[in-house]
């Protein structure tokens, strides 16, 4: 049991007048009003959003004085300062040929001086590479930061010196992925990376030692709703197949097997059960596996399970 105290009645908020706890908030007024009595609990609230107003997102971000949220996957975090490459003024008039001159060499000096050190030209390299990965695997924001924060702190703990820069992003994508249960496999991030499978498993293999990660072991369930996503199978499909990967788990059957191997069998079961039958071979290849393997995996989850072979 949790050893933090539960709190106590009388220190949650309560009306002074009716000793109710359930308020409004009037942000016109800057008030606090009770919604049993209509008291005044707190006045003069300070207002702190914008003093103008914006009626569309275009108008909003033309009004808006502040730049987008810090994030790692920059190299300088996105706090540096840009100068744009309009040849206009603030006032929108063209700018002379000598002032696009003198602005051209600005842009380039400002350019030179935020790539300064070794680490920061290491960064450009490596950020833009993560960019391109993250985009051609179709990952998320979350699991693009969560690389970029595992390649960071590879950089503080001297890991990169001496090794292949896509090979380590490609590595810290492989690990993000798997950290926030969106897994990616080693087959699919090597070949869209410019390193071979071997390089990719020793790099990886170094940041979960040396960085101490954590790694969830892989479940065939994550796998299924994207495999059967590129299948075009429907939700019945879906569950039917996590059912199989229930079962199986519960008699201990996935243990030491392949993840993508297993939701590909418990994907092409289901599918024959529920009349949108697929080949092996479409699923193997959606799934990065052999035909042998689905085959396989097959055969075992229908004896175990005791599917009846009458039913396909």
Not at 144 to 168: C, D, F, H, N, V
């Amino acid at each position: 049991m949790s050893n933090q105290k539960k709190p106590k009645l009388e220190e949650l908020p309560r009306c002074p007048d009716c000793g109710g706890n359930q308020f409004v908030t009037d942000p016109s007024r800057g008030e606090i009003i009770c919604m049993n009595c209509g008291a005044v609990i707190e006045e003069h609230m300070i207002d702190d959003g914008p003093e103008w107003r914006a009626f569309t997102n275009e108008e909003k971000g033309r009004r808006a004085r502040v730049g987008s949220p810090s994030t790692l996957s920059l190299h300088d975090k996105g706090l540096s300062t840009e100068i744009g490459w309009e040849d206009r003024d603030v006032y929108g008039k063209r700018l002379s040929p000598q002032q696009k001159a003198t602005m051209y060499r600005l842009k380039r000096w400002h350019t030179r001086s935020r790539v300064s050190s070794s680490m920061d030209r290491n960064l450009v390299l490596a950020m833009s590479e993560l960019d391109r990965l993250s985009s051609q695997l179709g990952l998320s924001r979350n699991v693009k930061e969560t690389a970029a924060l595992i390649y960071r702190s590879a950089i503080e703990r001297q890991l990169i010196k001496g090794r292949s820069i896509e090979a380590m992003i490609a590595a810290a994508v492989y690990a993000a992925a798997r950290l926030r249960r969106v897994p990616r496999t080693i087959d699919e991030i090597a070949n869209n990376s410019r390193v071979s499978r071997k390089e990719l498993g020793r790099s990886y293999r170094l940041l979960v030692t040396e960085l101490q990660l954590k790694i969830p072991p892989p479940n065939p369930v994550d796998y299924i709703v994207r495999f059967a996503s590129e299948l075009r199978l429907s939700g019945r499909v879906t569950r039917r197949a996590v059912n199989l990967l229930s079962k199986a788990k519960a008699k201990g059957l996935t243990v030491g097997k392949d993840p993508t191997g297993l939701a590909a069998a418990a994907l092409y079961i289901a599918s024959i059960l529920e009349g949108e039958r697929r080949t092996q071979r479409e699923i193997a290849e959606t799934a990065t596996v052999t035909e042998v393997t689905v085959r396989n995996r097959y055969k075992e989850l229908v004896k175990q399970l005791d599917i009846e072979v009458s039913a396909f």
